[in-house]
T-cell receptor, first 114, second 113 residues
């Protein structure tokens, strides 16, 4: 069965530290990849997405992610985090082989210390 | 532009009862997806509706059913509620079934006692 794994459940960083959140998926077919963010008290919102083309994608607020097909990974990065990046981050995969499905990881809670 | 709205915000039901949750999609969107998010977990895909037809389904039993109306709003119905159905139910809309870029509502918190 398809699945998405986020290995870091809780991450604590100081401001200006670099961030990398891991995401691996298990699916052999064509996928679309996403990172969503949920700030405290707010809705889930899209951070960035990969459909095809350049495997390095840039999203909002200085985030980027790299799709490495051979590793089934789509890690999220930010060179220098801010206190306002404190949130929960979800990796997600969508597939269209067979019926449509959209699969989320369990999320990573990031806390940035001022 | 109106975002995705859901009603009610909170709901308490008893085991065995039935519940209907409602979602209004963002203006211009014809596709609605429903998710269940248990505490400490990521959203789990229940199903998607595109132009009033079910377009995909996750691993949920048939007692989870849905509808999409001509104005693209949607309902999620859950019959024979179980304690494990307690969760946040999220609705997300998109321009079409292939766009994959979804806009989420605030969710309905369902508690089953």
């Amino acid at each position: 069965a398809q699945s998405v794994s986020q290995h870091n459940h809780h991450v604590i960083l100081s401001e200006a530290a670099s961030l990398e959140l891991g995401c691996n998926y298990s699916y052999g077919g064509t996928v679309n990849l996403f990172w969503y963010v949920q700030y405290p008290g707010q809705h889930l919102q899209l951070l960035l997405k990969y459909f095809s083309g350049d495997p390095l994608v840039k999203g909002i607020k200085g985030f980027e992610a790299e799709f490495i097909k051979s590793k089934f990974s789509f890690n999220l990065r930010k060179p220098s985090v801010q206190w306002s990046d404190t949130a929960e981050y979800f990796c997600a995969v969508s597939t269209t082989s067979g019926t449509y499905k959209y699969i989320f990881g369990t999320g990573t809670r990031l806390k940035v210390l001022a | 532009e109106t975002g995705v709205t859901q009603s009610p915000t909170h709901l308490i039901k008893t085991r065995g009862q039935q519940v209907t949750l409602r979602c209004s999609s963002q203006s211009g969107h014809n596709t609605v997806s429903w998710y269940q998010q248990a505490l400490g977990q990521g959203p789990q895909f229940i199903f998607q509706y595109y132009r009033e037809e079910e377009n995909g389904r996750g691993n949920f039993p048939p007692r989870f059913s849905g509808l999409q109306f001509p104005n693209y709003s949607s309902e999620l119905n859950v019959n024979a509620l179980e304690l494990d159905d307690s969760a946040l139910y999220l609705c997300a809309s998109s321009w079409d079934s292939n766009s994959y870029e979804q806009y989420f509502g605030p969710g309905t918190r369902l508690t089953v006692t």
